[in-house]
């Protein structure tokens, strides 16, 4: 009888809060909520209430409240609903345009606080877990002191910032720690600058970045740590820079990595393990560089490579099972000089 009673209980419980759920989900279009003290009810509760919920509405009130992502981000994966979310908010995101503006504004300080006060409105007129793009292309940010650089990616940090775009910026260096308040960005443009180098930790508080735009700038080393809280990291452009090695262990926390980009470097080497923990890496560009040779098993750990780009290089020969740990490689681009049965010559 006591059992019943609380089955009872608890049934009580569930229907008075699909009564709450499914308030909030009418009024879905003004202010979604989950019911305030759902996150405190018993795994049982909350699992049959989820279990009455479309997935269509998981999925909206996972996009319009960040209390309903944090409670219920575990029962969104389990139903491979957490990618559809994301990709959702990515396309649903507003774009803030001050591309090549710098010039409109009397100061910089005037120009700033344009930039923040756009992206103030935004997270107003929406609300503040909206996604916002953010461009800054082309307004010459290379000529403020490191201070002022800081002090304006710190306002910027306080918004959801998914996307930076920061190319043809003039920039030749970036103080250490200036993209640390930006915990949510997905992709970072920094191509086209005048970068010469870069600080080790310049991107360790971009823990869900996914795509990293570097190329075509006047690099010249890396640090052998800089990638490594990149965990989410899909696509790195490295390319038309001035490369002429690189740190064995550079790209060992990289385990979602599908594209890396090194053509048109001055790279004369590789060390033989810099490829080893890439298991999802499917396309490596290394064409226009100045490799003379390459260590047989440079490739062993490339299961899933699709696409390997080798041509323009100063290689004479390689080794006979070079490409024998690549069992699903498609395409070869190389010179015709290896006389490999894979090889495709570029026209």
């Not at 309903?68 to 389990?78: D, G, I, M, P, T």
């Not at 700038?217 to 800089?226: A, G, M, R, T, W």
């Not at 696509?235 to 594209?259: C, G, V």
């Not at 499917?282 to 100045?290: P, V």
Request: hydrophobic content about 40%; aromatic content about 10%; glycine content about 2%.
């Amino acid at each position: 009888m006591e059992r019943q009673i609380k089955y009872t209980k608890s049934l009580i419980i569930i229907l008075a809060l699909l009564a709450c759920f499914g308030q909030a989900l009418f009024a879905m279009e003004e202010t979604p909520t989950l019911p305030g003290n759902f996150a405190k009810l018993s795994k049982y509760e909350q699992d049959v209430i989820i279990s009455l919920l479309s997935d269509s509405d998981l999925v909206r009130l996972a996009q319009t409240s960040r209390q309903a992502r944090q409670v219920l981000w575990n029962k969104l994966e389990k139903k491979q609903l957490k990618a559809a979310i994301e990709l959702s908010l990515w396309e649903g995101r507003i774009k803030i345009n001050f591309s090549n503006q710098r010039l409109s504004y009397p100061t910089f300080d005037q120009f700033k606080q344009a930039v923040l006060n756009a992206l103030e409105k935004t997270a107003q007129q929406h609300h503040p877990e909206q996604w916002i793009s953010l461009d800054l292309i082309s307004n010459n940010l290379g000529s403020l002191s490191s201070k002022e650089l800081k002090e304006f990616f710190q306002y910027i940090a306080k918004y959801n910032v998914v996307e930076l775009d920061l190319d043809h910026n003039q920039l030749t260096s970036l103080p250490k720690n200036i993209f640390n308040g930006l915990h949510n960005l997905r992709e970072l443009y920094l191509f086209t600058n005048r970068l010469t180098s870069l600080p080790e930790n310049i991107f360790n508080g971009l823990p869900k970045l996914q795509r990293l735009y570097l190329f075509n700038n006047q690099l010249n080393s890396l640090p052998e740590k800089i990638f490594n809280n990149l965990h989410n990291l899909r696509k790195l452009w490295l390319d038309d820079n001035q490369l002429a090695s690189l740190p064995e262990k550079i790209f060992n926390n990289l385990p979602k990595l599908q594209m890396l980009e090194l053509f048109n470097n001055q790279l004369t080497s590789l060390p033989e393990k810099i490829f080893n923990n890439l298991p999802n890496l499917l396309d490596l560009n290394l064409y226009r560089n100045r490799l003379t040779s390459l260590p047989e098993k440079i490739f062993n750990n490339l299961p899933n490579l699709r696409e390997l780009w080798l041509y323009d290089n100063q290689l004479t020969s390689l080794p006979k099972n070079i490409f024998n740990g690549l069992p699903n490689l498609q395409e070869l681009y190389c010179d015709t000089v290896h006389d490999h049965e894979q090889c495709i010559t570029p026209s």
